[in-house]
């Protein structure tokens, strides 16, 4: 399957949002990493269906996704950086509403969300209300919802918005796990949850998508611009409004930083290996982290 994004756009009142992207994606997971504003939920709705683009198409083997209709529904999970509850429903009966919408057989659905909560660790959760769910449990519940159509095409909008360390790793293994036979999405800001597990990275800034390859080719874009620097305490206010710093550790007379710079930042900096957490920082650091 291939899933081609052609000179897609998007303006809102004139302002545009998302700004003549191009990609193919096939089965694999991808990391759509960008700051908050940078255009991912957009191009997450555009993809799904949910809004019309205002140049360029979506296709699903050279089908146009809002063309297709139900056929691309059926192909389709996905869970929205901001999912609504029915909070007087319990986890099952959510399960099985969304199924119903979805046009699942009923014998079906009570299976696959039972698979399914078992699978986001929260088969002992099943009859209980969600209005007792914490924020992580919610989320986990959201992707369970995604995951009821056995999708091929998976887009999860800031899926670890709530969870804690713990439940990162575990999501992580999730979508290693179902990557074989998908092509799955995973749109967040927070590095580690795409670094390791995905096949390709996306990087879009204001728009646009500036970087797109695996994580290992990525960080050779900065390759000898990553220090190591030694400040004493006294010159870190000055050194801090002038660099761009992905790592810093604070002594009692110095402090310990890693800056991401193209010329030497102080005479005793030593290069150290790039990571895709420098690349990131160092693509968002002219907007002070507002974007």
């Known amino acids: 399957m291939e899933l081609t994004l052609e000179g897609?756009?998007?303006?809102?009142?004139?302002?545009?949002?998302?700004?003549?992207?191009?990609?193919?994606?096939?089965e694999g997971v991808y990391g759509f990493l960008g700051a908050n504003g940078a255009g991912k939920t957009t191009t997450m709705q555009m993809i799904c269906g949910?809004?019309?683009?205002t140049a360029g198409e979506v296709k699903v083997d050279g089908k146009n996704n809002i063309g297709m209709g139900e056929d691309f529904r059926d192909l389709?999970?996905?869970?929205?950086?901001?999912?609504?509850?029915?909070?007087?429903?319990?986890?099952?009966?959510?399960?099985?509403?969304?199924?119903?919408?979805k046009g699942l057989n009923p014998r079906y659905a009570r299976m696959k969300a039972e698979e399914l909560l078992n699978l986001v660790n929260?088969?002992?959760?099943?009859?209980?209300?969600?209005?007792?769910?914490?924020?992580?449990?919610?989320?986990?519940?959201?992707?369970?919802?995604?995951?009821?159509?056995?999708?091929?095409?998976?887009?999860?909008?800031?899926?670890?918005?709530g969870l804690d360390?713990?439940?990162?790793?575990?999501?992580?293994?999730?979508?290693?796990?179902?990557?074989?036979?998908?092509?799955?999405?995973?749109?967040?800001?927070?590095?580690?949850?795409?670094?390791?597990?995905?096949?390709?990275?996306?990087?879009m800034k204001k728009g646009k998508f500036i970087y797109q390859d695996s994580a290992d080719n990525l960080v050779t874009q900065i390759e000898g611009t990553v220090w190591n620097c030694r400040v004493p305490a006294g010159e870190w206010a000055q050194f801090e409004k002038k660099h761009c710093i992905s790592n810093l550790h604070n002594y009692r007379d110095y402090i310990e930083a890693r800056v991401v710079s193209e010329n030497k930042p102080c005479q005793d900096a030593v290069t150290v290996e790039p990571t895709l957490e420098d690349l990131y920082l160092s693509c968002f650091y002219d907007e002070g982290g507002q974007d």
């Open 165 to 203: 360390p713990k439940e990162r790793m575990y999501f992580r293994n999730i979508i290693s796990q179902m990557a074989e036979d998908k092509i799955i999405i995973i749109s967040t800001h927070i590095v580690s949850d795409v670094e390791y597990n995905s096949d390709e990275i996306i990087l």
């Open 122 to 161: 929260l088969s002992s959760e099943g009859n209980h209300k969600i209005r007792t769910f914490s924020g992580g449990m919610k989320r986990r519940l959201g992707i369970a919802q995604a995951l009821l159509n056995d999708p091929k095409i998976l887009i999860l909008d800031e899926p670890t918005s």
């Open 8 to 26: 897609l756009s998007k303006q809102f009142k004139g302002r545009t949002v998302v700004d003549n992207i191009n990609a193919k994606l096939t």
């Open 50 to 53: 949910l809004i019309s683009p």
């Open 76 to 101: 389709l999970g996905y869970l929205p950086q901001d999912f609504g509850y029915t909070m007087g429903f319990t986890a099952m009966e959510f399960l099985l509403y969304i199924a119903s919408i």
